[in-house]
């Protein structure tokens, strides 16, 4: 074999060898090939290396498995009361069968698009606009469940649907501000007028409590008022009791020491004067003496007033 035929076997192999790392293909993860075998679906290819047949198959579609989102244009929809509306949506989907995304629908995408456009109109117009406007969760359960199943024969699965923005018409909009506003106004008017009640009330509790309170301080006071002239009422009896006491023994005193003096009758008679002085001191008008008393009284009376004339 010439130079020739060296450089001719040298050059074929490095072509084969080419065709042979052209033909290597590494699916990455979260991705899926589609291979056919002579235009008839041979596999899906999963995470890893293949070699694929030069000539005979081809990777048809590469396919991502990852969650995806589609952020569609707002759509004009019809509410039952036939108030126009601006709708665009949010959908999350995933491919779950290669095989069947790749061979189910043409263009999936569009197909998505326009299958959620004709399930929210219909939707949309089983309801009216307020129940619409307040009624999100509801709309978006009904197109997940709707799309998901619809989208079952394609290999996609629907996880979610959002409603992104609800546009009504712009004169809607301005009844719908002026209606808030006056709402507003009105909570706060219902505030304020809670407020002043609550005020009032509490007001009102303070001048109970207040009241309450004095009447206890009166009530208080006047029972120590009571106790002290209790106590000052005490005191004077006891004081008057132990004058008597101290009098009626200063009497039984002097009787006692007369018995010891053995006095005779005038001493005695003198004494039992003083005696009933003592027992008239002003509290009587009128005094009954026993006759032999009067008499000594006047002795004593002029013996008295002898002593007075001396004295002069």
């Known amino acids: 074999m010439g130079p020739f ?22 699916v990455q993860q979260s991705r899926a090939y589609v291979v056919e075998r002579l235009g008839a679906y041979s596999a899906t290819w999963g995470v890893g290396l293949h070699l694929k047949i030069p000539f005979i198959e081809r990777v048809v579609k590469k396919v991502s498995l990852k969650e995806q989102v589609a952020d569609f244009d707002p ?8 108030v126009t509306m601006q709708i665009d949506t949010v959908i999350y989907f995933q491919i779950t069968d290669p095989k069947l995304y790749t061979y189910g629908v043409e263009h999936p995408m569009n197909a998505i698009e326009n299958l959620t456009a004709t399930t929210l109109r219909n939707i949309i117009g089983d309801m009216e606009l307020d129940q619409s406007l307040t009624s999100r969760d509801v709309i978006n359960a009904k197109m997940r469940s709707i799309l998901d199943e ?14 992104k923005n609800i546009l009504p018409p712009k004169e809607i909009q301005n009844a719908m501000e002026k209606q808030m506003k006056a709402e507003r106004e009105r909570r706060e008017s219902i505030l304020q007028a809670e407020g002043t009640k609550q005020s009032q009330i509490l007001v009102a509790e303070g001048e109970k409590q207040s009241a309450v309170l004095r009447a206890e301080a009166e009530r208080e006071a006047a029972i120590l008022r009571a106790q002290a002239e209790r106590q000052a009422a005490i005191l004077k009896a006891e004081g008057e009791a132990e004058a008597i006491r101290k009098v009626q023994q200063a009497l039984a005193d002097s009787i006692k020491m007369l018995n010891e003096a053995n006095p005779n009758d005038q001493v005695v008679k003198i004494k039992a004067l003083e005696a009933y002085e003592k027992a008239a001191d002003g509290q009587a008008t009128k005094i009954i003496i026993p006759s032999e008393i009067q008499s000594l009284a006047g002795l004593a009376a002029s013996f008295k007033g002898l002593l007075e004339d001396e004295k002069k």
């Open 5 to 26: 035929g060296y450089i001719a076997l040298i050059i074929l192999l490095v072509l084969i060898l080419l065709l042979v790392v052209s033909n290597i293909q590494v």
């Open 75 to 82: 759509q004009p929809v019809i509410t039952k009361d036939n």
């Open 150 to 163: 619809a989208t079952d024969p394609w290999g996609i699965k629907v996880n979610r649907v959002e409603l």
